[in-house]
């Protein structure tokens, strides 16, 4: 069965530092999603994208973040000069609707030292 | 307030109970989606739903889009059903998550 991977498993980096989650999308899906879940805190939307383009972002979503699909297969999340509060796991689900089931990848658990 | 509330937050129950968990929205959706977290942390898709009734095994979902409600219910609970059940909403790419409801089934 098709699943949504993401790399690395855990990223452990320095405040200031810039880091990227990795996402590969079922191949046949058209939106992307990227969400973050704190420890001990609920799941909170970051970002949904589709046809090359942000669809929405949350006010979470600031100028530090960025996402891209750089090939026809990864999806990335690029956080700019982390700071501690960075520190969650990232989530990254995909869908073949907009408002379709939504298939979520194991996450990155992101650590800012 | 939030946009999602969840009740309970936890819920404890003997194998082989029925076990019920609400969540009321405050916000238009286009669909409610009901999420399983496993304590290892990954998140599984359980249900869409946009109107009416939705059975999968031994789980059923509902939704009231008139009162903003919906249920999940689990027949014959059983100790691998013990996990975090998220409820979240979705309108215009955005979607809005629960808090969780913590459900473990003891033996």
């Known amino acids: 069965e098709p699943e949504v991977t993401q790399t690395p498993s855990h990223q452990v980096t320095q405040m200031g530092q810039e880091v990227i989650l990795r996402c590969v999308p079922i191949s046949n899906h058209l939106y992307f999603y990227w969400y973050r879940q704190i420890l001990g805190q609920k799941v909170e939307f970051l970002v949904s994208?589709?046809?090359?383009?942000?669809?929405?972002k949350s006010e979470i979503f600031d100028d530090q973040f960025s996402v891209e699909r750089p090939d026809g297969s990864n999806f990335t999340l690029k956080i700019r000069s982390t700071k501690l509060e960075d520190s969650a796991m990232y989530f990254c689900?995909?869908?073949?609707?907009?408002?379709?089931?939504?298939?979520f990848g194991p996450g990155t658990r992101l650590t800012v030292t | 307030k939030n946009e999602v509330e969840q009740s309970p937050q936890n819920l404890t129950a003997q194998e082989g109970e029925f076990i019920t968990i609400n969540c009321s929205y405050s916000?238009?959706?286009?669909?409610l989606h009901w999420l399983q977290q496993h304590p290892g942390g990954g998140i599984v898709s359980l249900f869409m739903?946009?109107?009416g009734k939705k059975k999968h095994g031994r789980l059923i979902a509902t939704i009231n889009i008139q009162e903003k409600h919906s249920s999940l219910h689990i027949t014959a609970s059983h100790p691998r059903d013990s996990a975090v059940y998220i409820c979240a909403v979705y309108n215009n790419n955005d979607m809005r998550f629960g808090a969780g409801t913590r459900l473990t089934v003891k033996p």
């Open positions: 689900a995909s869908s073949q609707q907009g408002a379709g089931e939504q298939y």
């Open positions: 739903l946009s109107s």
């Open positions: 916000v238009g959706i286009s669909a």
């Open positions: 994208f589709y046809n090359n383009e942000i669809s929405e």
